[in-house]
């Protein structure tokens, strides 16, 4: 073994290699006091990605529409009256203090304009509300609810709940920002509550998601993490039944932890959601190398041999495949960077970090702790092999059988491939115990929705959205738009003018249509401008050179498949009824979110590639065998193929995350095929053992530390599984499914592949 005298100077010299080890991890895990949280939206998009690039075109156009809803529901049912518009008033006025904010609106800052004698009025449609008579509420109301420009997204049809809009410009200079505006808000939102106790409050909008997502990455940075480092110490105290060897290895994980997340710290990468679901991950793969070489070792000591000569054996038959399978799942991990979202590219290139640690740890600084640590050889030994020998015994029993069995169980899992659709919503990244969550689901059924389309159409030159025109094919896309099932809201400069129209002909509702002349559409508009106060302009709305003007459109909650179609639909009608140039795309977060999937798939079917070609490559090299390392391929492959059968049996919805989980299993599932085949190979090159009998020596010797190293790992992802954002949660269940996969087909498909393809004298 060429690392021989590293390894004895590693259990000799146990003192050393634990001092040595903290100075290193003390260095590393320093770093982590630079680590903060990304909170926005927009890190789940590459600054190429061409969603994002229009979107912030648009925003850079026009005011940006980051936002906080405050949604009122006062449990009378009546937003017009006088407690209600009163708390109204009082909430618009004070949310100009939120920070960030630069724009208001509100059912009583409402610039409604009307008619006196020859002059144009332009006034906040509700002031002093309690000093308003029955009849002015009622007429207040009538107004509200037929305004285009209000229902649906300022108030509901029915007036029983009323929503106050508040615009958020951040700085970008901190990243306390979205915080801030955040807690500002949900402050304001607990005065109004002890104000007006008959009121309800709840909170949405893009800030507040924002800010949601930190929350959540907390949130089970509290709870699920200690959660599964105990749950893991169980798992390995029973099934290896060593008080010291357990403990070593939760060093290990703790330590891998520490100096990978202070790593990240130091690099300047920022946590998100995906990427603060390292540790766990560490502490699954970590657990692999380490109950590997505790495995041997223990048995070892149950064989007779002191620790020394126990660990240094471990060393020498683990050292190979335990550096293998750090690599393979290095490779995995580091395929993530073809991901088109980039907190996947840092979970990726964390988890290749840890990883690496985990291997550098687990031979040295786990040797020289059971060399510290008191161990009795009693408790080792053989430890559940009778139990791995009969499994062996019927594997090689009914090798046809269960190749064919397991053969056809692989074609059925696959056939149900196709049940899996792309889909996603990205309000339900978060779980009903997040208060966004629960607030934007009150609000899409009562009040607007928070998923948009915008567009920004083109008026063919400076003052070209006066041209009559333009502005009839503007009214006829906003038109197409409210016709379609999905729309709750369409804001549109068209209604504004058709309502100046009205206005400048004594309110006659008959004039209730567009300016025929460009001249007049002009000077209404410079009109209304003048008239505007500070903060409610048009620049929401209107470009500096009045060449284009944006349509904003509330859509209801819609998976990414049914918006798309949607957006598909509005491209063609845009394309057979508008002049090109109207001709544009739609965008919004939306928008965005609804193509990352399908863009994440693509990039990381490349990524997936790359990182087979090179698993391959390497384990033909590792086990000097063409034929073994291409018959390894099928282990390696099968599970993922069987978890999203699997997957599209029990749900068949595939989002961003799950895009992600084929490149991320690949290196983890190849771990078990490795250990296996290596143990194999040993029998048929150093022992000189047929087909059968090295299989059941690859039983004997490593089934049990696949069994538990299987367990750890999909009780680990299993425990992501429970984490409130759904992206975690549906990413850790799955990869749970294809390592459980793997196992089963590392156990009951491969020993008999091996028995059918490798009982040759040189393999």
């Not at 990605?49 to 809803?69: G, M, V």
């Not at 038959?317 to 996947?344: C, K, Q």
């Not at 687990?362 to 008191?374: D, E, H, K, N």
């Amino acid at each position: 073994m060429p690392l021989e005298p590293l390894f004895d100077f590693v259990t000799r010299r146990p003192w050393w290699v634990v001092a040595l080890v903290v100075l290193f991890i003390a260095a590393a895990g320093s770093g982590m006091r630079k680590l903060g949280f990304k909170n926005d939206y927009r890190m789940f998009f590459s600054e190429d990605n061409p969603q994002l690039q229009a979107f912030e075109a648009l925003q850079n156009t026009y005011t940006k529409n980051d936002n906080i809803l405050f949604v009122l529901a006062p449990k009378s049912g009546k937003v017009f009256s006088r407690e209600t518009l009163s708390a109204m008033e009082w909430l618009t006025a004070e949310a100009w203090k939120i920070p960030y904010s630069i724009r208001v609106d509100s059912v009583t800052n409402y610039q409604h304009t009307r008619a006196d004698g020859d002059e144009l009025v332009v006034e906040d449609l509700v002031e002093n509300a309690a000093a308003l008579s029955d009849a002015q509420l009622a007429e207040k109301q009538r107004i509200a609810v037929r305004e285009p420009l209000l229902r649906n997204h300022l108030i509901s049809p029915d007036a029983a709940y009323a929503g106050v809009n508040v615009t958020i410009q951040l700085q970008e200079k901190k990243p306390t920002e979205v915080h801030e505006a955040a807690a500002y808000a949900r402050k304001l939102a607990e005065r109004l509550r002890a104000r007006y106790p008959d009121i309800d409050v709840r909170l949405t909008g893009m800030v507040i998601m924002n800010n949601a997502f930190p929350e959540a990455s907390q949130g089970d940075m509290k709870t699920l993490y200690p959660a599964m480092f105990l749950l893991i110490l169980v798992i390995i105290g029973v099934l290896l039944r060593s008080v010291s060897g357990t403990l070593a290895t939760a060093l290990v994980i703790f330590m891998t932890i520490i100096a990978t997340m202070g790593l990240a710290g130091w690099v300047g990468i920022r946590l998100s959601p995906p990427s603060v679901s390292v540790p766990v991950v560490i502490m699954t793969l970590a657990v692999a190398d380490c109950v590997h070489l505790l495995t041997t070792f223990l048995q070892q000591l149950g064989q007779g041999r002191d620790r020394v000569a126990a660990m240094m054996e471990s060393l020498r038959i683990n050292l190979g495949p335990v550096f293998l399978t750090s690599l393979t799942t290095a490779i995995g991990f580091l395929s993530l960077n073809f991901s088109d979202a980039p907190p996947f590219r840092d979970l990726g290139n964390m988890a290749a970090v840890g990883v690496s640690i985990a291997f550098v740890l687990s031979v040295t600084f786990l040797p020289a702790m059971m060399q510290i640590l008191p161990v009795r050889a009693s408790r080792g030994g053989q430890v559940e092999s009778p139990m791995m020998d009969r499994l062996a015994d019927f594997v090689i029993r009914y090798r046809d059988r269960l190749l064919w069995g397991m053969g056809c169980l692989v074609l059925v899992l696959i056939a149900m491939i196709p049940r899996n659709e792309l889909n996603d919503q990205f309000v339900e990244y978060f779980d009903t115990s997040i208060p966004f969550r629960v607030d934007t689901d009150f609000t899409t059924e009562h009040l607007t929705g928070i998923y948009l389309i915008e567009y920004s159409l083109g008026a063919g030159g400076p003052g070209g959205i006066a041209d009559p025109a333009y502005l009839r094919n503007l009214e006829a896309f906003a038109e197409w738009f409210r016709a379609q099932p999905e729309t709750l809201y369409v804001g549109t400069l068209s209604d504004t003018l058709k309502r100046l129209n009205k206005n400048m002909h004594g309110d006659d509702p008959a004039w209730y249509r567009l300016p025929e002349q460009r001249d007049l559409a002009a000077q209404y508009l410079l009109l209304y401008e003048f008239s505007l106060p500070f903060g409610l302009d048009l620049n929401n709305q209107i470009n500096v050179d009045k060449s284009a003007t944006r349509l904003t459109v509330i859509l209801k909650t819609l998976t990414s498949k049914q918006l798309l179609a949607l957006e598909d639909r509005a491209q063609a009608w845009m394309k057979s009824h508008l002049p090109k140039t109207m001709w544009t795309a739609g965008t919004s977060p939306s928008i965005m979110f609804a193509h990352i999937g399908s863009r994440n798939i693509r990039t990381m079917l490349v990524g997936s590639t790359v990182a087979l070609v090179l698993i391959s490559l390497i384990l033909v090299v590792a086990l000097r065998s063409v034929r073994l390392g291409l018959l390894s391929l099928i282990p390696n492959l099968v599970p993922m193929a069987m978890a999203f059968g699997i997957w599209g049996l029990i749900n068949g919805q595939v989002g961003l995350a799950l895009s992600i989980v084929s490149g991320m299993t690949l290196g983890i599932v190849v771990d078990d095929t490795v250990h296996f085949l290596s143990k194999y190979l040993r029998a048929r090159r150093e022992q000189g053992l047929d087909a059968a009998q090295a299989v059941r020596y690859a039983f004997h010797t490593v089934g049990t530390a696949l069994w538990v190293t299987s367990v750890v790992l999909v009780a680990g992802f299993s425990v992501l599984a429970l984490s409130h954002f759904h992206l975690n949660a549906g990413m850790g269940l799955l990869t749970a499914i294809t390592i459980a996969c793997a196992l089963l087909a590392d156990f009951l498909l491969l020993p008999p592949l091996l028995l059918k393809f490798g009982d040759r004298k040189h393999v």
